[in-house]
């Protein structure tokens, strides 16, 4: 199985703030990342894929990067609404694995 | 749009069997995309379960394949999940997802699952 270690496991930041969260994953998956944002009761939902490609309707202040191992979601301006929790899930191979999540809190 | 709902008990006991099925609407399980369950327990991060694919094929998690069991009803247009020898380790909010080029694009609302006596 492919292990995927998401960093940091919560963050605080204020608005405005560029926030990054990183996901290194057990072998090189090329660029097979996708990430999730997650709000209290709700299920996931999908923000880009894979990588660095924006799901529609995505805000532009979301971005990704990264390849083979070592990947990142970056923030660039924080806004009140984006506060929820961050998952990364690698889609090279099965069983289809998620990183352990990140809640940012505002 | 596809939407899915989950529905079943939202209490199993233990040692008993998980039974959930997830209609699908706006799409076909047909269609040429897989169709998944993931959980999440409370508090926690989330799970791949295993997924179907239109004929039969199915994948699943090898940390729960002795236990799972995923299928299709294509006349109803539904999804079931069974899992079977369920403890307290295994309550949790389960989703059912669409799967498209792996990347789950769709998901239902979940629905909670307690396994308790």
């Known amino acids: 199985d492919i292990q995927i270690t998401q960093s940091p496991s919560s963050l605080s930041a204020s608005v405005g703030d560029r926030v990054t969260i990183t996901c290194r994953a057990s072998q090189s998956i090329g660029t097979y990342l996708n990430w999730y944002q997650q709000k209290p009761g709700k299920a996931p939902k999908v923000l880009i894929s894979?990588?660095?490609n924006l799901q529609s309707g995505v805000p532009s202040r979301f971005s990704g990067s990264g390849s083979g191992t070592d990947f990142a979601l970056t923030i660039s301006s924080l806004q009140p609404e984006d506060s929820a929790t961050y998952y990364c899930q690698q889609s090279y191979s099965t069983p289809w694995t998620f990183g352990q999540g990140t809640k940012v809190e505002i | 749009q596809v939407q899915l709902q989950e529905s079943g008990p939202g209490l199993v006991k233990p040692s008993g069997t998980l039974s959930l099925t997830c209609g699908v609407s706006g799409d076909s399980i047909n269609s040429i995309n897989w169709w998944s369950w993931v959980r999440q327990p409370p508090g926690k991060g989330l799970e791949w379960i295993g997924e179907i694919y239109p004929g039969g094929t199915t994948n699943y998690n090898p940390s729960l394949k002795s236990r799972v069991t995923i299928s299709a009803d294509t006349s109803k247009n539904q999804l079931s999940l069974k899992l079977n020898s369920v403890t307290a380790a295994d309550t949790a909010v389960y989703y059912c997802t669409r799967v498209a080029h792996a990347l789950f694009d769709s998901w239902g609302p979940g629905t909670l699952v307690t396994v308790s006596s």
């Open positions: 894979p990588t660095s």
